[in-house]
């Protein structure tokens, strides 16, 4: 079979489907002004927010454009009605297994409210993680121009399980993969060695630059990109008020700037970003365009609270 070439325009008739493997997730966003204050009481505005990676990514990419995005992804009883509704409201076609021993995935989102609105996470996976290939079907495959998979699933056995049976089954069909690596924390965790393993099916990968970083121990992102596309087709790094890098072969060929933004809420503008990039592939653009598609986003996504697009409606 002829590789698909990272970025090219698809054709194929009626193959205009984006599908999304990964986290469904409930949010607690805690936005707080200046550091925590050990032992006592710290004032914060708090919501609880439908999210995951996967799942906003999912969001973003119908957003953005995408008229037929679906989602692949595990939750628990406790929340799977409500997560399905925020989905089927976001343009997303959810199909959520329901676990039938594990609660939803929670994170609470820590967001300090200064001028950079930066957070942090405190992470349950519960259900989300426990995707297992048994939920997998090939026909899942049907008319999709793009498989888009979560880096979470990299980061528990059953998940990475279904990951690679999902990345075999698009090989196979001819069907191009991206790849977030997610989280900087567990990536350290996994092991860069089994992730740069993993990662040599992809055709898109997608990572933060700390994630760059942290694969190729180069500081500098343009060379960190770099490195990682003489590995996978196409590198495009997220470098959030920095835009974005776009490299293939070894050499960066352009520098995205990223759209002017008043950041509140930081939550979310990598998966924005990988949305609309993604959304705008399957519409034909080249891999630079969809890139300042995806800085866009960002610049949205950075100004609301939580990280999801807002609901039409």
Not at 60 to 74: I, S
Not at 136 to 160: C, K, N, P, T
Not at 202 to 212: C, H, K, M
């Amino acid at each position: 079979m002829e590789p698909h070439r990272a970025g090219q325009a698809v054709t194929a008739g009626r193959d205009r489907a984006l599908l999304v493997v990964g986290d469904v997730v409930t949010d607690v966003v805690a936005r707080h002004q200046g550091p925590l204050a050990a032992g006592t009481d710290t004032a914060a505005v708090i919501r609880t927010v439908p999210g995951g990676a996967g799942a906003n990514v999912a969001c973003w990419a119908a957003h953005a454009g995408c008229a037929d995005v679906r989602l692949l992804g595990r939750v628990g009883a406790d929340s799977a009605a409500w997560h399905e509704r925020e989905l089927v409201a976001a343009g997303v076609r959810p199909r959520l297994v329901v676990d039938p021993r594990a609660a939803t995935g929670t994170v609470i989102c820590l967001v300090d409210v200064g001028a950079s609105a930066e957070r942090t996470f405190l992470t349950d996976s519960g259900a989300s993680l426990r995707l297992e290939p048994a939920d997998w079907s090939d026909a899942a495959l049907d008319g999709v121009a793009r498989l888009h998979l979560s880096g979470y699933l990299l980061f528990s056995e059953s998940s990475r399980a279904l990951a690679a049976v999902a990345l075999a089954a698009a090989r196979a069909r001819g069907v191009p993969v991206s790849l977030d690596p997610a989280s900087a924390g567990f990536l350290r965790e996994l092991g860069v060695d089994r992730f740069l393993a993993f990662a040599g099916g992809l055709d898109v990968l997608l990572p933060s630059r700390d994630e760059a970083y942290l694969l190729t121990g180069l500081p500098d992102p343009a060379d960190a990109a770099a490195k990682l596309s003489r590995h996978i087709p196409l590198v495009v790094a997220k470098l959030g008020a920095q835009g974005a890098l776009v490299a293939r072969s070894g050499t960066v060929l352009t520098h995205v700037p990223a759209a002017p933004a008043t950041p509140h809420d930081t939550t979310g503008a990598g998966d924005a970003f990988t949305g609309a990039f993604l959304a705008a592939l399957v519409a034909g653009a080249d891999p630079e365009a969809a890139a300042a598609r995806g800085c866009r986003a960002g610049a949205l996504a950075v100004e609301a609270v939580g990280g999801r697009p807002p609901v039409p409606g």
